[in-house]
């Protein structure tokens, strides 16, 4: 499955159309060129999760412990005997006289009476028991708030724990892995309920993305065959004299089959992007594009467009195959859409955080941002870009819509951007 494409910008202003780029694919988890929506912090489910179920045991510890302070405060008649106090030493040594009818001291023989000492909390009236109890309940509630973020944090980690699945699930789908199943194990809820029907939609999208693509192929390798043939009479009837006018046919008819035959084989290799099963091998993007400007030295040459080179290394993981691919179309699009005399530069590089860029500008007709948000679409072409066809090899209209492919199978960003001056600036970014 492709990833989703990234949202494509609008002009604003008739004057700056053709200076607006055009975002074409967005990463998947590389973080480099986000949505344009930016949505503000949140915390995340679980931690949501566990202060609700704080706040809760909070909420009902303080209602407990506040029903249990007013009951205790305005029910009971409290009434707290004065304690027995013990006779005072004079201050001149001698005892303070006791009043009348108060017994005397005991005498030797009796025995003796012993006295607790005092304890550090000791409590006189009903006011120190009220304010005892309040801050006692103070600390309950701390601890129990406490308690319950800890007791949430982990029940909400184990309630939401399937929905990791689901997600890992979902990215894998993201990057193109549709035989990718959740096969959720436990009770039955609205969480396995949902990675079932998950799971089924990726086996419908698996063979409903199989047939199509199935059905490209088949149809890609129907059509060669004829294609061939005709082409292989063509060239015996282009060889035969025949009448000027007669020729002309023959060889308008010998182009077309070219362009029928080129067509056929961006199909076939369109569909066959996604199912490469190649090993990611490392490739340096300047060799490669080293070789494609060699092969395609005699085609710029003969229209007449000046090759700059600008080529730094560039490594990146990848499918050698696809990625030669990928700077064939852009270089073969470039030169073939490209006007008499113009120029072409290809540049590669790798920026701060590693990632490998691909920069090809080329002159020609002048673009406005809306049509070349569509070029890579099936069988798009620009204005003008048809009118140069006379002259020189025309596009089919599959070469972007390769190079998008490409791109998104190894989750990087294509970007478009006309030039004022006309032509095209492309810039593919491919994550470390």
């Given amino acids: 499955m492709q990833s989703t494409r990234g949202r494509r910008q609008q002009p604003t202003g008739r004057r700056r159309k053709a200076e607006r780029p055009t975002q074409v694919t967005s990463p998947t988890s590389d973080g480099s060129g986000k949505g344009a929506d930016i949505r503000r912090y949140r915390m995340t489910v679980r931690a949501r999760l566990a202060l609700t179920y704080s706040a809760l045991l909070t ?25 027995a106090s013990q006779p005072a030493e004079s201050s001149v040594g ?57 007791v949430g944090w982990i029940v909400a980690g184990q309630v939401l724990k399937p929905l990791q699945y689901i997600n890992t699930a979902v990215r894998r789908a993201a990057t193109g892995d549709l035989a990718h199943r959740i096969e959720l194990v436990g009770p039955k809820d609205e969480i396995s309920e949902l990675a079932v029907n998950f799971d089924d939609m990726l086996t419908q999208l698996e063979h409903s993305f199989t047939a199509s693509q199935r059905f490209a192929q088949n149809a890609s390798h129907e059509l060669r065959t004829p294609l061939a043939t005709t082409r292989a009479m063509l060239d015996v009837a282009l060889m035969a004299p025949s009448p000027p006018e007669q020729q002309q046919v023959l060889e308008r008819l ?69 990625l030669r691919q990928l700077l064939a179309n852009l270089v073969h699009n470039a030169i073939r859409h490209n006007v008499e005399g113009g120029f072409l530069t290809v ?8 990632a490998a860029v691909i920069e090809v500008t080329n002159s020609g007709p002048v673009l406005d941002a809306d049509t070349v948000a569509q070029l890579t679409e099936p069988f798009r072409r620009g204005a003008g870009r048809t009118a140069a066809s006379g002259s020189g090899p025309r596009g089919h209209g599959l070469g972007l819509s390769i190079v998008q492919a490409i791109v998104e199978r190894h989750h990087g960003t294509l970007t478009l951007e006309p030039r004022a001056e006309g032509g095209l600036k492309v810039k593919v970014l491919i994550p470390a």
């Fill in 59 to 83: 909420g009902t510890g303080g209602v407990m412990l506040t029903l249990i302070y007013v009951v205790l405060r305005f029910v009971p008649t409290y009434d707290f005997a004065p304690r």
């Fill in 94 to 150: 001698g005892t303070v006289p006791l009043p009348a009818g108060t017994p005397g001291p005991l005498e030797p023989s009796s025995p003796a009476i012993a006295v607790e000492p005092a304890n550090a909390l000791l409590i006189n009236s009903p006011e120190q028991l009220f304010n005892l109890i309040l801050w006692v309940s103070v600390a309950v509630l701390v601890l129990l708030a406490i308690i319950g973020i800890a």
């Fill in 254 to 322: 010998r182009i077309m089959n070219e362009r029928s035959i080129e067509t056929v084989a961006a199909l076939l290799d369109l569909a066959s992007i996604e199912s490469s099963t190649a090993e990611p091998q490392n490739v340096d993007l300047a060799s490669v594009a080293s070789e494609v400007l060699a092969a395609c030295k005699g085609e710029a040459a003969e229209r007449g467009v000046v090759v700059d080179a600008r080529l730094a290394p560039a490594v990146v993981t990848g499918d050698p195959i696809l």
């Fill in 347 to 354: 540049a590669t590089r790798t920026n701060r955080v590693n």
